[in-house]
């Protein structure tokens, strides 16, 4: 069993937020995938389902992102789980937008909702680190993350979450290299050779007829010559 905790705060004012991409992933994935419907539970919203032969719990904390530690911790006791079998889907301003890296342990570098991880259930669960970008100074950055996705990022974002959800299974399953390959397929795929604009191949050249022989007699030929 694995549990994906997608990090986020709870409301409407904040769901479009880029520091809500973690709350986005995890609906995308309950979605495609046929999911249990939301209900409350463990401080925030749960469903039940399956990737593959998996079962997954999904776990959205409705504690605000600084208390997230306080529902991941008590849903991890509640099914038995160790921190290796949780995945925590998070913004992640150190890639740019539409960028995707999966990462086992290590530290939280700054981010509340990963610090209050930490405490709870200690560093060694995996995260899926979603690119938002920087704003440049990190003056800027509680009013850059808890700001709405531009219409502008609306393709890249709708992009991610798709990848996201294609590799779910395999993410289930540990398999993280297949996972981000699903996740390229969506973000950067690759170009068919029947696109608009490649250019065509050259047709063959047409074959050339064979000379027929010539039957003319030595004296014809030399007539024809003088003609």
């Known amino acids: 069993m694995r549990l994906f905790v997608g990090l986020g705060n709870p409301g409407a004012k904040y769901a479009q937020n880029r520091h809500n991409i973690g709350f986005m992933a995890l609906d995308r994935i309950a979605e495609d995938h046929g999911f249990a419907p939301w209900r409350g539970k463990f401080q925030g919203s749960v469903s039940e389902g399956r990737l593959g032969s998996d079962k997954v719990i999904l776990l959205k904390p409705e504690t605000f992102m600084n208390l997230s530690g306080q529902s991941v911790g008590e849903a991890m006791r509640f099914y038995k789980l160790t921190p290796a079998d949780v995945v925590v889907f998070h913004d992640e301003l150190d ?21 209050s991880i930490h405490a709870h259930i200690g560093a060694d669960y995996g995260r899926v680190r979603l690119g938002i970008g920087h704003p440049g100074h990190k003056d800027a950055v509680a009013g850059y993350v808890l700001r709405d996705f531009p219409k502008a990022d609306a393709d890249w974002l709708d992009d991610l979450l798709r990848g996201i959800s294609d590799g779910a299974p395999y993410l289930a399953d540990g ?18 050779s029947t696109t608009k ?3 065509k191949p050259a047709p063959a050249p047409k074959p050339q007829p064979e000379p027929e022989p010539d039957a003319r007699s030595p004296l014809q030929k030399l007539v024809d010559k003088f003609k």
Not at 95 to 115: D, E, I, S
Not at 175 to 192: E, H, I, T
């Open 95 to 115: 890639l740019a937008p539409g960028k995707a890296r999966v990462k086992q342990g290590g530290g939280h570098a700054g981010h509340n909702g990963l610090r």
């Open 175 to 192: 398999d993280s290299g297949k996972f981000m390959n699903a996740v390229a397929l969506r973000v950067a795929p690759s170009r068919s």
């Open 197 to 199: 604009g490649a250019a």
